[in-house]
């Protein structure tokens, strides 16, 4: 199976700061990665796909980006309605897994 | 717009079964896969597998071979996880996913289903 390893676990920042999150694939996966919004006691929500593409109606503070097998999600400017957990998802091969998640707050 | 409606919480005993619906509605069901992820308490996401509702076609997390069914009724569009021989380690929230039609993202989840293994 393909292991997604997160970082960080949780992370504490301040509205309007920059916030970036990472995904360690352990081995190629190519472009197939997507990152999930959860929010407090809700299902996730499609953010990224394809590691760089915006899902519809996600606000444009967000973006993803690769480098080799290391995958990033960063949101631009921290805005309140963003707390909640993040994980990414690898979609190159079954079974799909998942990264351990990052639960972010405001600081 | 897309939904899917997943049934109400359970209790259950150690060793029984459980089976948790997931009904969607505002697009075509035979056309996407369903899927099913598991969630415990505090924890990430594990994927369980998938059905094409069209032809009834399965597949498995090999993790999650003999524990979970998946099946589908097209006549209601609803589609069904039955959870087998159930421990405390199956305690969790399970949530349907619809997987978007060009890679495997799901971009439609439901709201979840939790699951509470307790004698």
């Known amino acids: 199976d393909i292991q997604m390893t997160q970082s960080p676990a949780s992370l504490s920042a301040s509205l309007e700061e920059i916030v970036t999150i990472t995904c360690q694939a352990s081995q190629d996966i190519g472009n197939w990665l997507a990152w999930y919004q959860q929010k407090p006691g809700k299902s996730p929500q499609l953010l990224i796909y394809d590691a760089t593409s915006l899902a519809d109606g996600v606000p444009s503070r967000f973006s993803g980006s690769r480098s080799g097998t290391q995958y990033s999600l960063k949101i631009s400017r921290l805005q309140v309605e963003d707390i909640g957990s993040y994980y990414c998802q690898q979609a190159h091969s079954n079974p799909f897994t998942f990264g351990s998640g990052t639960k972010l707050e405001i600081k | 717009q897309v939904q899917l409606q997943q049934s109400g919480a359970e209790l259950v005993k150690p060793g029984s079964s459980v089976k948790i619906s997931c009904k969607a509605s505002?697009?075509?069901?035979?056309?996407?896969?369903m899927h099913w992820i598991k969630q415990q308490p505090g924890n990430g996401l594990e994927w369980i597998g998938w059905?094409?509702?069209?032809?009834?076609?399965?597949k498995y997390n090999q993790k999650f071979n003999g524990k979970a069914t998946l099946t589908a009724d097209k006549s209601s569009s609803t589609a069904y996880m039955q959870l087998s021989s159930l421990t405390s380690e199956d305690s969790a929230v399970y949530f349907c996913?619809?997987?978007?039609?060009?890679?495997?993202?799901?971009?439609?989840w439901g709201p979840g289903t939790m699951v509470t293994v307790s004698s």
């Open positions: 505002g697009y075509t069901f035979t056309s996407y896969d």
């Open positions: 996913a619809r997987r978007e039609q060009l890679n495997w993202y799901f971009d439609f």
């Open positions: 059905i094409y509702p069209g032809n009834g076609n399965t």
